[in-house]
Nanobody
């Protein structure tokens, strides 16, 4: 059973940066594509970014393209989401995903 634990969320002012981390255990991390999703209060779950098993292919939602960067360290079984130029509309609970497995989420709040 794969376990995913997110960290790094918090409160930041608009224009600021945060770096989310997702530590994986219980599986073969390097074999999974990994993704970040988010859910704002009262809204549906939204795709943010994904990265393939080797880290050489990434994809982003249009809303975060050019501001967010997904990366991974297979030796540390960790995937990251570097978030720059944050906007109030980025406020959400951010979830890490690997196949059918999800983390518990980490809250990101961006104040205007």
């Amino acid at each position: 059973q794969v376990q995913l634990v997110e960290s790094g969320g918090g409160l930041v002012q608009a224009g600021g940066s945060l770096r989310l981390s997702c530590a994986a255990s219980g599986g073969t991390f390097s074999s999974y594509s990994m993704g970040w999703f988010r859910q704002a209060s009262g809204k549906e779950l939204e795709f943010v970014a994904t990265i393939n098993w080797s880290g050489d292919s990434t994809d982003y939602a249009d809303s975060v393209l050019g501001r967010f960067t997904i990366s991974r360290d297979n030796t540390a079984s960790t995937v990251y989401l570097q978030m720059n130029s944050l906007k109030p509309e980025d406020t959400a609970v951010y979830y890490c995903n690997a196949n059918l497995y999800w983390g518990q989420g980490t809250q990101v709040t961006v104040s205007s």
